[in-house]
């Protein structure tokens, strides 16, 4: 199943303009309900845009109720610097090597293989299973909104990324824009008569370190790093021979859980307003929120007793850097993210995930599903 969907290259096209007759994910898609055409599962496709769109496959408990939540995307990064084999699985020992292998198509397989071993083992769940197969989740997160807004209550969330089958409990959020210095053009003979933006730009930088320095002294977590203020892209200059009069950096800001989104993103304005640069911001870019559910939430201990038992007694819940859809979820229940790999190899070239562990983690979703609920009586 998982070569399959490697195989099927659902390349995101990250924001470039998409000129397909059908949504990237939709070799997925087609996949998955062929596979879960039986009898007692529901499948709807659900439309994100003209490039994405959601599958959501349901299968009822023994009673009504809210569903719990399995999450996966099917989307995928590009691979353009290793085309040649990036679809084409291979193996090698325990490894399957493929664009996808453990982001996210690992996660989606062994959710897949636990869900069909309860149906077709004819058991019913104390809470019926929601599985979604989510699109967009590498750029905007759209599949994950658009499945948020549909009135579907949710008992609790499985998010599947690369987390080497350890619950995740806890994850920055981010916030990405862009800022700009504006200078005055002058010919470079003569500097003095202009305004040299990239100077700005160069002053923009040095205060934005400093500040994340101030940051990660006044929010240190215990599961992660603390903020991050990254200028991940800078684009400053016209010609070789003329002073530069507009710089623009790009700004990727990690913030942790309790830190106030809207507050931070407003000291850095205030901030970089004060270095006496004539500057101005984009609208975001991106607003993921944190996630920061409770490791004392029954549901987490729960999960971590489950990993334990399926992937090592060392299994601890933890907390990770990086964003996931699970934070789209987490104000409504608790929600963690679990799956096989590790995220080093996500993206990457020869991205791989071992299969033992993907068969280690369809167990652990396997017993989560079956997990009698408190609130499931």
Known sequence: MLADLIAMPSVNPMGRAYEGDAPVERGVTAYMERIFDLPGVRIERQPVSDAHENLLIRYPAEAEGPALLFESHMDVVPADDWADRAFAPRTDGDRIYGRGACDDKGSLTAMALALLDIIESRERPPLPVMLVCAGDEEYAQTGIKAFRALPIEVAAGVFGEPTGCAPVVQHKGTLRWDITVHGRSAHTSRPELGVNAIYGAMDVIAALKRHQDELQALHPSPLMTGPMLTVSMIRGGRTRNAVPDACTVSLDFRL?????????????????????????????????????????????????????????????????????????????????????????????????????????????????MMWPFPSSG
Not at 305 to 320: D, L, Y
Not at 323 to 349: F, K, Q
Not at 353 to 363: F, G, K, R
């Open 256 to 368: 942790v859980p309790g830190m106030d989104m809207d507050a931070a993103r407003a000291g850095v304005i205030a901030l970089v307003g004060s270095l006496g640069w004539e500057v101005t911001h984009s609208e975001l870019q991106l607003r993921t929120p944190p996630l920061a559910t409770s490791p004392e939430d029954p549901f987490c201990l729960q999960a971590l007793s489950i990993c334990r038992a399926h992937a090592g007694p060392e299994i601890e819940m933890r907390g990770e850097p990086y964003g996931t859809d699970a934070s789209w979820i987490a104000d409504r229940a608790p929600a963690i993210v679990l799956g096989p790999g590790d995220i080093r190899s996500a993206h990457a070239v020869d991205e791989y995930v071992e299969i033992s562990q993907v068969v280690a983690c369809a167990a652990v979703y396997r017993d989560i």
